[in-house]
């Protein structure tokens, strides 16, 4: 994966922020991505593009357990989230959902907004293509990647039936 950063260091970004409440009777990721972080930062739809990565910092996806913060920003074709740690539900929902969520202690003290990343997620590092630095993180657990690249739970399942 290879794609810009989008930094947002802050502790405890919830799911509220992610994709406000007042957007949950929608269920299209397309829609959904039209209003992806406006709670948090109202131009991040108009910065996006496709393949970039949110960079966060503790416990991010906080609140409220709801798979639409995963589909909002899948839907804005963010390709991940890096933080120091995700609250566990969202966590469990990205892979659920065939999305990655990364942990990687003090990435938003290391990556500036606009920085050009790259995972992978096999080897477990992050390469900083503007700064040409690299860092790791623990490398997903196989059956994650596996969930993952079969685009989600349900269809690794099925897959597997």
């Not at 804005?76 to 892979?95: C, T």
Request: hydrophobic fraction near 40%; aromatic fraction near 8%.
């Amino acid at each position: 994966m290879r794609g810009r950063a989008h930094v947002y260091p802050r502790a405890h970004i919830n799911t509220d922020e992610i994709i406000p409440a007042r957007y949950l009777n929608v269920h299209s990721e397309a829609e959904l991505a039209k209003h992806a972080m406006e709670d948090i930062d109202a131009e991040f739809v108009k910065r996006v593009q496709p393949g970039d990565i949110i960079i966060a910092g503790d416990d991010f996806g906080c609140g409220s357990s709801r798979e639409h913060a995963v589909w909002a920003l899948r839907g804005a074709k963010v390709s991940a989230v890096i933080a120091n740690n995700f609250a566990r539900i969202y966590f469990r929902n990205s892979i659920n959902n065939g999305f990655p969520a990364i942990e990687c202690q003090d990435i938003a003290q290391k990556v500036q907004t606009g920085d050009e990343l790259e995972i992978d997620l096999k080897a477990g590092s992050i390469t900083n293509v503007t700064r040409k630095e690299t860092y790791t993180f623990v490398p997903m657990a196989d059956f994650a990647v596996e969930i993952m690249q079969a685009g989600g739970l349900l269809e690794y399942v099925k897959a597997k039936a």
